[in-house]
C-alpha cells in the first residue's frame, strides 16, 4: 500500500505572514497554504462521510417527522456563556443559528438523523481550527435527543518589548511567530504571522490558538536614505534571536499557550558587525529579471536589500553572523531558472557565483501489473512509458513534502493532452523530500526507485544536477480491511493508523467514529498484503507517531492485522487513549 498522507491548521494567519516577502514568495506561501486549506476540508469531509453527517439516518421514525435541538456555546475555559456565536448544523440543507445573550440556542423543524454541529465567533477557536481529529462533535436528532453543549476556546495573545542593552526602545525591527506543529505525526516549524517592533519597540500577536509557538527578531539592516548620493553601506545591524536570547530556533525556549492565556515575551538585542556578501547571478537572458531572496536558518524570508544589478548580475548584500540560504531565479524560454546556496557568515564573502540551472523536473513511469482474481484479467500487464499507459494516466498521485526549513513542497501533475498525459513532477527545489504515494482505483504502490533511492523507505535528496525518473509499481491485488472499535463511554470520533510491522512507512490515515455499533468503523481497501499493526487513537493530533520511539510506546495496545491478497480482513481493535481528550 504504502500510502502517505498529511493532515494539516490555522491557515488564514500563515497566509498573510508572506507579506513582508516579495510577490513570487507571497504567491508560493499562498499556494502552500491553500493546500492546507484543501487538506483540513478534505478531513472534515471525511469526518462527515465517517459519521452520516452527509445522509441522515432515520432511526424508526416516520420520514416526515421534525424535531428541535437545543444547546448552549460556552468557553471550554471559563465554563462562561459565548453570545452571538453562529451554530452550524451539517446537512441537505445546511441549517445555521446564534446564541443568545445567555449562550443559548435552538434549530428546529430538523428530520431525524445524524448531523455534526459546530460553532464559530471571533476571538474563539472550534476544534476543526485546531487541527483535531474530533474536527466535528456529532448529534443524533430524534425523540431522545438532549441538550448539546458546544465549546470554544478563547484566543491567546503573545506580546512582548525589543530592548537594547541600555533599556532604550528597538523600533522598526521585524517580528516573527513560529508554530511547532505535527503534520502527519512529524514535527515541523511553520511561521504564523510577522510584525515589526514599534517606537516602543513593542509588538503583539492576537487570535492565537493554544499551541507551542517561539519568537524571534532580526536579522535587521538600519535604513539607507540618501537623496543626492550613493548610501553608505551599513557597518552594524540586529541579529536574529529567539526567545529568551538564543541564536537559533534549536536553542530556544518554547511558548507553551493555553486556551486565553496571555503571555509576555521580552528581548533584549545588541547591534552587530555586518559582513559583505558579494558576488555574480549568471545564466539568465538578457532582459529578464532576476530575483535573489535571502532566507535564515529558520527557512524565513529576511528583507535585506537583495537586488541583481542588470546587465551584469552583481549583487552585494550585508548580513550578519549566521546561517542562511541564497535563492535566485528568472525565466528562460517558458522554463524556470533557479539558483540555491547555503551560507555560513563568519567573515565577508566575496566572488560568489550563483549560476542558473534549469528547474529539476522529475517524469514519474508507472508500471501497472493487474493480478486482480477476476479471471479474465488475470494475467494482464500494463507497462507506461514516460508516464503514459493504456489508462489515460496512471491512477497514483505523488507528493514530495519538503523536509527542510524554507523548502517548497511538490505536487505531481498531468501533462500532454487527452490520451497522451505525461505524470510528472515539477519545478523542484534542491533539498530534502519525504515522497508520499496514494495509489486509487483498487491500486497500491508496490514498490519505487528513483536512481538508487527508494522513496518508500528513504528520503529523496534533490540537488541542482538531480536526473532521474520515478519508476514505480502498481499492482491491484490488495486487500481490505473491515474494523470495529470497542470503546467505552460517549462515542468518539478518532483517527485510526495503519502501520507497516516492519521496515520504515508512513502510517496511513483514517477517521472513525464509534457511535454506530452495527457497522465497522474503519473500513480501508487497496492495502499491499503483508504485516501491520493497526493503532486507533481516540485524539492522535497531539502524538508524534512518525517518531519510531513515540509510536513504539503504543505498540502494546495496537491490534495486529495481515492482509492478504483479494481478502478482506475483520478485526476489532481496543481505543488507545492518549489522554489529549479530557471529556
Not at 76 to 83: D, V
Not at 191 to 205: A, H, L, V, W
Not at 274 to 297: E, M, W
Request: glycine residues 10%.
Amino acid at each position: 500500500m504504502e500510502v502517505r498522507w498529511r493532515p494539516t491548521s490555522r491557515i488564514l494567519q500563515a497566509m498573510l505572514s508572506s507579506a513582508f516577502s516579495s510577490d513570487s514568495m507571497r504567491v508560493l506561501c499562498a499556494v502552500r497554504q491553500y493546500a492546507r486549506v484543501l487538506a483540513m476540508v478534505g478531513l472534515c469531509v471525511g469526518l462527515f462521510f465517517a459519521t452520516g453527517a452527509l445522509q441522515a439516518q432515520q432511526p424508526g421514525g416516520a420520514a416526515d417527522q421534525k424535531f428541535t435541538i437545543t444547546g448552549s456555546v460556552v468557553n471550554e475555559t471559563t465554563g462562561e456563556p459565548i453570545p452571538r456565536a453562529m451554530v452550524t448544523l451539517i446537512g441537505s440543507p445546511m441549517r445555521y443559528a446564534f446564541s443568545d445573550s445567555s449562550g443559548a440556542f435552538l434549530i428546529d423543524t430538523v428530520p431525524p438523523g445524524r448531523y455534526s454541529i459546530s460553532a464559530q465567533k471571533p476571538g474563539y477557536f472550534g476544534p476543526q481550527e485546531r487541527a483535531s481529529a474530533r474536527a466535528m462533535q456529532t448529534v443524533d436528532v430524534g425523540p431522545a435527543t438532549d441538550s448539546i453543549i458546544i465549546k470554544l476556546a478563547p484566543e491567546s495573545i503573545l506580546f512582548g518589548r525589543l530592548t537594547d542593552a541600555n533599556g532604550q526602545p528597538v523600533e522598526s525591527v521585524s517580528v516573527r511567530l513560529v508554530e511547532r506543529v505535527l503534520r502527519n505525526g512529524m514535527g515541523h516549524f511553520e511561521s504564523r504571522n510577522s510584525t515589526s517592533s514599534d517606537e516602543d519597540g513593542s509588538y503583539r500577536f492576537a487570535n492565537l490558538a493554544p499551541g507551542t509557538y517561539y519568537i524571534s527578531a532580526g536579522p535587521d539592516l538600519p535604513r539607507r536614505e540618501a537623496l543626492f548620493r550613493e548610501p553608505e553601506a551599513p557597518r552594524t545591524g540586529w541579529p536574529a534571536l529567539y526567545y529568551p536570547q538564543a541564536p537559533d530556533i534549536s536553542s530556544a525556549a518554547p511558548i507553551h499557550l493555553t486556551a486565553g492565556q496571555q503571555m509576555q515575551a521580552d528581548l533584549v538585542m545588541n547591534r552587530v558587525p555586518l559582513y559583505r556578501i558579494s558576488g555574480i547571478v549568471s545564466g539568465f537572458l538578457p532582459g529578464t529579471g532576476v530575483a535573489l531572496q535571502v532566507l535564515n536558518a529558520a527557512g524565513d524570508f529576511i528583507g535585506v536589500g537583495a537586488h541583481v544589478r542588470q546587465p551584469s548580475g552583481e549583487f552585494e548584500i550585508h548580513l550578519p553572523a549566521g546561517t542562511y540560504r541564497l535563492k535566485a531565479f528568472s525565466q528562460s524560454d517558458e522554463q524556470q531558472m533557479r539558483a540555491d546556496v547555503r551560507l555560513t557568515v563568519e567573515k565577508d564573502l566575496n566572488q560568489l557565483q550563483l549560476a542558473l540551472q534549469p528547474a529539476v523536473s522529475i517524469p514519474i513511469h508507472a508500471r501497472m501489473e493487474d493480478r486482480s482474481d477476476n479471471p479474465g484479467q488475470m494475467g494482464r500487464s500494463h507497462v507506461s512509458v514516460m508516464g503514459k499507459s493504456a489508462y489515460d494516466a496512471p491512477p497514483v498521485t505523488v507528493h514530495l513534502v519538503a523536509v527542510e526549513p524554507g523548502g517548497s513542497d511538490v505536487y505531481s501533475t498531468n501533462g500532454g493532452t487527452q490520451g497522451n498525459r505525461m505524470l510528472s513532477l515539477r519545478t523542484i527545489e534542491p533539498g530534502r523530500y519525504t515522497a508520499e504515494m496514494n495509489a486509487f482505483g483498487g491500486w497500491y504502490v508496490e514498490s519505487a526507485q528513483c536512481g538508487n533511492s527508494n522513496p518508500l523507505t528513504e528520503d529523496l535528496i534533490v540537488s541542482a544536477g538531480t536526473s532521474c525518473s520515478l519508476e514505480l509499481t502498481l499492482r491491484n491485488d490488495g486487500g481490505s480491511l473491515n474494523a470495529k472499535v470497542e470503546a467505552s463511554g460517549s462515542p468518539i470520533q478518532g483517527m485510526a493508523l495503519l502501520v507497516a510491522a516492519r521496515g520504515r512507512g508512513t502510517p496511513r490515515s483514517i477517521p472513525f467514529y464509534t457511535g454506530d455499533a452495527s457497522r465497522p468503523q474503519i473500513t480501508i481497501d487497496g492495502v499491499a498484503p503483508g504485516e501491520y499493526l493497526l493503532y486507533a487513537f481516540d485524539s492522535p493530533e497531539g502524538v508524534e507517531y512518525s517518531n519510531p520511539e513515540v509510536l513504539r510506546s503504543y505498540s502494546a495496545q495496537a491490534t495486529a492485522v495481515t492482509i492478504t491478497p483479494n481478502q478482506t480482513t475483520k478485526i476489532t481493535a481496543q481505543l488507545i487513549k492518549t489522554g489529549a481528550d479530557t471529556e
